[in-house]
């Protein structure tokens, strides 16, 4: 049974790569996901903010807002709440690369373009297979229209890949008026896959105390419909491939991601949950599905249910949305 995975140059085992996580701060669970079966170190973001900080375009950046609200300052995170500085990322680099046998793919997260992003030639160098580009950005400005945050999105991942030579995966959000065109753009300007999608990560209030306060949880499979329907509707429409992120959490999951048209699926909240061990189960279980159903090789079933196989892609989907409305019954 062939589960083999070529993605960004990279010969990968099987398509369940652990994503961007904590394990990468500790060495012990670097390795623990190498035994449990990982094809791939993906290491959690360096901040496009953490950078800014070490230079004097920090200043800058904060001056931007600062007018806006007296208490601005104290949006942005201290040094001390991130476990890697820049400098201390490039080295975790260099000692996960020492530790594992594994490519490791490194993150970088920002919004604007600017200096920050030559340090993608500094995480090359520091030894990185290749690179993840996670683009987070929310308009809340109403004067910044719709093609110029897409211009600043092009603007960032144009000069990471003139920065490297590596491959560069960039991770989007699907708030974007029109995505696949979106996806044939970054094509355009050399990105090597797309992964759907980073997550939206939204604070709670306190009614008491009149605060803003983060929140974190984990994903759920909730939130895995959103990335198979956009999974299925580009994939085989544009030649990139293609990776859901984000509510993958069994093997039931992993198959409709695949089938949908995904190269490969990331998990993280179910390591988290469970333990890198749990990567195991997920190895097995997928195997364990190929042999009942008869799929000799991943190819067999990726795409299977994508819409290259539908004439009408836009009819479809309108059908779908009107047929879904009527399930409910009072």
Same mark, same amino acid.
């Given at each position: 049974?062939?589960?083999?995975?070529?993605?960004?140059?990279?010969?990968?085992?099987?398509?369940?790569?652990?994503?961007?996580?904590?394990? %990468?701060?500790?060495?012990?669970?670097?390795?623990?996901?190498?035994?449990?079966?990982?094809?791939?170190?993906?290491?959690?973001?360096?901040?496009?903010?953490?950078?800014?900080?070490?230079?004097?375009?920090?200043?800058?950046?904060?001056?931007?807002?600062?007018?806006?609200?007296?208490?601005?300052?104290?949006?942005?995170?201290?040094?001390?709440?991130?476990?890697?500085?820049?400098?201390?990322?490039?080295?975790?680099?260099?000692?996960?690369?020492?530790?594992?046998?594994?490519?490791?793919?490194?993150?970088?997260?920002?919004?604007?373009?600017?200096?920050?992003?030559?340090?993608?030639?500094?995480?090359?160098?520091?030894?990185?297979?290749?690179?993840?580009?996670?683009?987070?950005?929310?308009?809340?400005?109403?004067?910044?229209?719709?093609?110029?945050?897409?211009?600043?999105?092009?603007?960032?991942?144009?000069?990471?890949?003139?920065?490297?030579?590596?491959?560069?995966?960039?991770?989007?959000?699907?708030?974007?008026?029109?995505?696949?065109?979106?996806?044939?753009?970054?094509?355009?300007?050399?990105?090597?896959?797309?992964?759907?999608?980073?997550?939206?990560?939204?604070?709670?209030?306190?009614?008491?105390?009149?605060?803003?306060?983060?929140?974190?949880?984990?994903?759920?499979?909730?939130?895995?419909?959103?990335?198979?329907?956009?999974?299925?509707?580009?994939?085989?429409?544009?030649?990139?491939?293609?990776?859901?992120?984000?509510?993958?959490?069994?093997?039931?999951?992993?198959?409709?991601?695949?089938?949908?048209?995904?190269?490969?699926?990331?998990?993280?909240? %179910?390591?988290?949950?469970?333990?890198?061990?749990?990567?195991?189960?997920?190895?097995?279980?997928?195997?364990?599905?190929?042999?009942?159903?008869?799929?000799?090789?991943?190819?067999?079933?990726?795409?299977?249910?994508?819409?290259?196989? %539908?004439?009408?892609?836009?009819?479809?989907?309108?059908?779908?949305?009107?047929?879904?409305?009527?399930?409910?019954?009072?």
């Amino acid at each position: 049974m062939n589960l083999n995975v070529d993605y960004l140059g990279l010969k990968l085992a099987h398509p369940i790569v652990p994503g961007a996580s904590p394990f %990468c701060d500790n060495l012990d669970q670097v390795r623990r996901l190498e035994d449990a079966g990982a094809p791939a170190i993906v290491m959690h973001s360096l901040f496009e903010e953490q950078i800014l900080q070490e230079n004097i375009a920090h200043h800058i950046f904060r001056e931007q807002v600062e007018e806006s609200f007296a208490e601005a300052a104290s949006f942005f995170p201290v040094p001390s709440e991130f476990v890697l500085g820049p400098e201390q990322y490039l080295e975790q680099i260099q000692r996960i690369k020492a530790a594992v046998s594994v490519p490791v793919i490194a993150s970088l997260n920002g919004s604007h373009p600017g200096g920050w992003v030559d340090y993608a030639k500094r995480i090359q160098e520091a030894g990185a297979d290749a690179l993840e580009l996670n683009i987070y950005f929310l308009p809340s400005d109403p004067n910044v229209t719709g093609a110029q945050v897409e211009a600043r999105l092009f603007e960032v991942v144009r000069r990471v890949k003139a920065a490297v030579t590596i491959p560069v995966a960039v991770k989007l959000s699907p708030f974007y008026s029109s995505l696949p065109q979106m996806a044939s753009q970054l094509h355009e300007l050399g990105a090597d896959a797309l992964i759907l999608f980073n997550r939206f990560y939204q604070p709670d209030f306190d009614i008491e105390n009149l605060e803003v306060r983060a929140r974190l949880e984990l994903s759920s499979p909730a939130e895995l419909s959103l990335r198979l329907h956009w999974t299925a509707i580009l994939a085989g429409r544009v030649p990139l491939p293609l990776v859901v992120s984000g509510g993958v959490h069994s093997v039931t999951d992993i198959v409709k991601a695949l089938m949908a048209g995904a190269t490969s699926v990331q998990v993280v909240s %179910c390591l988290l949950k469970y333990g890198p061990g749990y990567l195991m189960t997920l190895i097995r279980e997928l195997k364990q599905f190929m042999e009942e159903q008869d799929y000799r090789s991943l190819e067999q079933m990726r795409g299977c249910l994508s819409l290259k196989h %539908c004439p009408n892609p836009d009819a479809f989907e309108r059908t779908n949305y009107l047929r879904t409305l009527q399930l409910w019954r009072v």
